[in-house]
């Protein structure tokens, strides 16, 4: 999602709108701000144009260098019109096709999807003029997000409260994606595995399960079931998927194969343990002047044995890598019996664990080796289900 018109009306929730236009601006995206009048009493414009660095419209034309502006062009390449918060009156307004100011003439000149977050007070979000211009506003082919139960700002408990900015985000996501997977199920397995020696220690990883994550969200984005099969990691579970959390790689193999017969697609983007302690205590262990050794022992290859059972099931891997990674990675998508296997070199800068971006080589059965540049691992997500889709 590269350039979203955020249009931002004149309701008390217009403050929560700079917390929503700074998750875009986090996620990648150009902002661009138009507000209605009665908007601006709410909040400063310079607020918007301080998160997005672009100016905030509130008028149709602008006077500069003698040249009249036109607005409307704002619309050029858009991806989306988020209308948040939607008032009443806006959605009255864009509902009959009034055209009064800029937000409202926008939305009538508008080819991009458009999103509407509406939030009022509790009687007036009943009011059967409102439901009648919501239900004008979807036959139109808005998408019109739920406002959220909860205390309002006259101070009032019902349903009316703007959403929270990351729900909004998420839901704006999905309603501009592709629904490409929707009818699929999809497993994806994501973060470390701990192997315990005793209570309180562990062998594991770096992994921050961002790329697993990234994968789910994407997949829920558009239209996959999706179960999240994950280490311990301090990221929640994207919007919509079930998650499961494991601690070991034994754990994560009982995780995954219970859900592996009904989930066509399979995404293994865990950093998982290859060997664990050949014992674990039942107790701290204590410190003594002996230097001790740890003994250990193999653990079963979780995708070498889904890829035994393969059968109708697409099966995707990542290859985590520190030298000759093409060759490496192709020997392990065939040993595996893999569709595709993605693979990232762990020594080059911006790449592999605990960083929001990546940089990697898709490669797939039928010999396609495709190298992408650095990006942010949510792109790259998309950009990864891009390819699977073409061989659902
Ligand atoms: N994998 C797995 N079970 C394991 C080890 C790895 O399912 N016990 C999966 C990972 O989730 C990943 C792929 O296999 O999708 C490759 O993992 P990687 O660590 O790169 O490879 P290994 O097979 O462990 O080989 P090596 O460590 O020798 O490079």
């Given at each position: 999602m590269k350039k979203i018109i955020l249009g931002i009306t004149?309701?008390?929730?217009?403050?929560?709108a700079a917390e929503l236009a700074r998750l875009f601006v986090r996620g990648g995206s150009d902002v661009h701000v138009v507000m209605t009048p009665a908007a601006t009493e709410f909040v400063a414009p310079l607020t918007f144009q301080t998160l997005t660095g672009h100016p905030v419209y509130t008028a149709m034309y602008s006077e500069q260098a003698g040249d009249r502006i036109r607005?409307?062009?704002?619309?050029?390449?858009?991806d989306v019109l988020l209308v948040?918060?939607?008032?009443a009156n806006t959605i009255a307004k864009m509902a009959s096709g009034i055209a009064d100011n800029l937000l409202t003439t926008l939305y009538l000149a508008a080819r991009c999807p458009v999103v509407i977050i509406p939030s009022m007070n509790i009687n007036m979000y009943n009011h059967r003029a409102v439901q009648d211009n919501i239900n004008k506003l979807a036959l139109h082919g808005c998408h019109v997000m739920d406002p959220e139960a909860g205390e309002l700002a006259c101070g009032v408990y019902g349903k009316g409260r703007m959403p929270e900015p990351e729900d909004i985000y998420a839901y704006t996501r999905a309603a501009i994606?592709?629904?490409?997977?929707?009818g699929l199920n999809a497993l994806v397995s994501a973060g470390p595995t701990r192997e315990h020696l005793d209570p309180v220690r562990f062998l594991s990883n770096p992994s921050t399960g961002l790329m697993g994550y990234a994968l789910a969200r994407a997949l829920s984005e558009r239209g996959a079931a999706v179960t999240l099969i994950s280490g311990h990691t301090h990221l929640n579970a994207p919007p919509g998927v079930k998650k499961v959390v494991v601690t070991s790689t034994e754990e994560m193999y009982n995780a995954v194969f219970e859900n592996y017969?009904?989930?066509?697609l399979v995404i293994k983007a865990a950093a998982v343990s290859d060997y664990r302690p050949l014992k674990t205590a039942e107790q701290k262990v204590k410190k003594s002047n002996q230097v001790s050794t740890i003994e250990l022992t193999r653990n079963r290859d979780i995708l070498f044995e889904l890829g035994k059972e393969k059968g109708n099931h697409i099966l995707v891997g990542f290859a985590a890598e520190t030298e000759d990674e093409i060759e490496n990675a192709r020997d392990k998508m065939l040993r595996k019996n893999l569709d595709m296997i993605i693979v990232n070199n762990?020594?080059?800068?911006?790449?592999?664990?605990?960083?929001p971006t990546n940089r990697v080589t898709i490669i797939d059965r039928s010999g396609n080796i495709e190298q992408l540049p650095l990006m942010d691992k949510d792109q790259l997500a998309h950009h990864i289900l891009d390819r699977i889709a073409g061989l659902l």
């Open positions: 004149g309701g008390i929730a217009a403050y929560k607005h409307i062009d704002l619309l050029e390449n858009a948040a918060p939607a008032t994606s592709p629904n490409d997977f929707s017969k009904k989930c066509r762990l020594k080059e800068p911006g790449a592999g664990f605990a960083v």
